[in-house]
């Protein structure tokens, strides 16, 4: 096939054209054909090309480091960096206790299971996970969705607790499952399908209902709501005005609020501030509990926290419902939870990759998520992911490796060990003011006006996430971000956008006429750029594109008295294409 070629940004105009001899790729075996093609797909990387012509013991070593990569980054740690991540650690701690006690709560558990999940899957995660800066424990988003999806299926957390907690470590098992496969499978790619958009609309629209939900501990409310829209939790919180409010635990949650907001605002305008937000929950927790304690406000109607179980993780393996009608609902609440949790923490992970300029493996971090999460589950852990606040300020205090988890799940330890009585007297009010400062984080409004200004369709997924969740539930708003994102997946490729390229002035260089005005039509001549590669799905959207502009330019040619078109130049270079492009030939 010869195709006369001319080239915009490379050939002077004096030169003549050119021809390209275009070969045939040389011809394959079915077999081999099919093996390159899976190979390109889900092995890109060649994770095997290390262990090639090395000896069996070296590929022992290099297997033993790919599955616990603290082996390999362990042979150069020092007590320089054992410093950082000291400091890391227990700057973290001081954060996740309080977080973990107030996101057990959203989870409908007791407050000891949200401080299980930090002890536990921390450490697994050390050893096995990739990201030196990612904070492991319980997280906002998570816990409210799995205790939404939870009290689905079981109305009443409290009165069929057992049952309740065993549908948690079940869903929490395959969570993990779901995760490791994905990893292992080289599936990880199925996460990208949640567009930013989408994932910017729904969680500000979670941090919204996760706020709502804690006016029943910030206002002192017995009588709430079950549900978590909008509507039924307002009607819920003014039902109860005129004898359901209490003024001291309102006192106390506006009091600390306001303190944990300043906090945030002074870490957030100075960086070397950035302990004083760190630091801010435990500082609240231990002041709240003390004057609650001594002023036996508790006896006046402020909810307490009262008991959390002392000592470590009990074994939950017997717990677990392999069999039976929960199975079914487990691995449903699962494969959901550990895809929204798998999407908190590699996109977390990815961001503190490049702001530090290190390579993060997106399977690797799957599969030790997903570890973590099966461990967790025999270990009366729930789902625990990577958590974007507390992993900003690990970055921040300086952490150099992994090990700053341990630091905090060793701090975690002593806490459940020795000094969960001292809660006994924290109010909720206090939890719920923690919460409501962790997740106002979460609503990007910078990001949605920056998705507004670049493409409407994506706003448009953005708010369908936000008001799914706002004024229906999380399981619903998380379906619309899914269904957007997938619609916009197939819009893109059915139908790509083309443009006309006009030349700049004084140059080689062609660009599309609607963001350069400055572009000029090239007389004679139309130059049309498609931003997709051909598929068979959007050939013939192009030809009739392609067609349409030809009329509408010989139609303003008519109008003006130009000269006509006598070329057609379809740009294509950097972009692949299917035999569906041969209609081009043809045009």
């Not at 050390?126 to 969705?145: C, K, Q």
């Not at 709501?225 to 409010?245: C, L, Q």
């Not at 760190?278 to 304690?293: E, R």
């Amino acid at each position: 096939m010869d195709i006369r070629s001319l080239s915009s940004s490379h050939r002077h105009p004096q030169d003549a054209p050119y021809v390209h001899k275009v070969g045939l790729p040389p011809k394959q075996k079915l077999f081999s054909e099919f093996k390159a093609t899976v190979k390109e797909t889900f092995f890109a990387d060649d994770p095997l090309r290390p262990f090639k012509d090395q000896p069996r013991s070296k590929m022992f070593i290099l297997g033993l480091q790919a599955i616990f990569p603290i082996f390999e980054w362990g042979r150069s740690y020092n007590l320089a960096k054992f410093r950082g991540d000291l400091i890391a650690g227990l700057t973290i701690a001081s954060l996740c206790i309080p977080q973990d006690i107030g996101y057990a709560k959203l989870a409908n558990l007791d407050p000891q299971y949200g401080l299980y999940s930090s002890f536990v899957p921390p450490l697994i995660y050390a050893f096995m996970g990739s990201s030196r800066d990612i904070a492991i424990g319980p997280v906002a988003v998570v816990s409210l969705l799995l205790g939404t999806l939870l009290q689905n299926e079981i109305n009443d957390p409290v009165g069929n607790a057992a049952e309740y907690r065993r549908l948690a470590f079940t869903a929490t098992f395959f969570a993990g499952i779901t995760q490791v496969t994905l990893g292992f499978f080289r599936l990880g790619f199925l996460i990208d399908f949640l567009s930013h958009a989408a994932i910017v609309g729904f969680m500000g629209g979670a941090a919204i209902t996760i706020a709502l939900q804690q006016l029943k501990g910030f206002l002192g409310i017995k009588k709430f709501t079950k549900k978590t829209d909008i509507v039924s939790v307002m009607h819920s919180v003014f039902a109860s005005a005129h004898h359901g409010w209490n003024w001291q635990t309102i006192v106390i949650g506006v009091s600390f609020l306001s303190f944990l907001l300043v906090a945030k605002y002074i870490g957030k305008k100075n960086k070397k501030f950035f302990w004083v937000p760190a630091i801010g929950p435990l500082i609240s927790v231990i002041l709240s509990t003390f004057f609650v304690y001594i002023t036996r406000a508790d006896k006046q109607g402020v909810q307490i926290v009262k008991h959390i179980d002392q000592g470590i993780n009990p074994s939950s393996v017997d717990q677990i419902f392999f069999n039976g009608g929960y199975l079914l609902k487990g691995v449903r609440i699962g494969i959901v939870a550990g895809m929204v949790a798998l999407t908190e923490a590699i996109a977390i992970g990815r961001t503190f990759a490049a702001m530090k300029d290190y390579q993060l493996d997106g399977n690797k971090e799957m599969v030790a998520l997903g570890t973590m999460n099966i461990v967790g589950s025999m270990t009366s852990c729930y789902v625990a992911t990577g958590s974007f606040s507390r992993s900003a300020v690990n970055y921040m205090a300086g952490c150099q490796t992994a090990v700053s988890n341990i630091v905090m799940a060793m701090v975690v330890f002593l806490t459940l060990k020795f000094l969960t009585p001292l809660f006994k007297y924290t109010p909720n009010a206090i939890l719920a003011a923690i919460i409501i400062s962790a997740v106002i984080g979460l609503i990007d409004f910078d990001a949605a006006y920056l998705i507004w200004k670049i493409d409407k369709f994506d706003f448009v997924a953005c708010m369908g996430a936000f008001f799914g969740v706002v004024f229906v539930s999380v399981e619903i708003g998380l379906l619309i971000a899914v269904s957007i994102s997938f619609a916009k997946i197939l819009l893109q490729v059915t139908r790509p956008r083309t443009a006309i390229l006009g030349n700049l002035p004084r140059t080689t260089v062609y660009r599309n006429i609607l963001q350069y005005p400055e572009a000029a039509k090239v007389p004679g001549v139309l130059i049309v750029r498609v931003d997709s590669a051909i598929y068979f799905s959007n050939s013939n959207y192009i030809k009739e594109r392609i067609l349409r502009w030809l009329i509408d330019e010989d139609e303003l040619v008519n109008k003006s008295g130009q000269t006509k078109i006598q070329f057609l130049i379809v740009e294509l270079s950097r972009k692949l294409f299917s035999a569906e492009s041969s209609f081009l030939s043809t045009s």
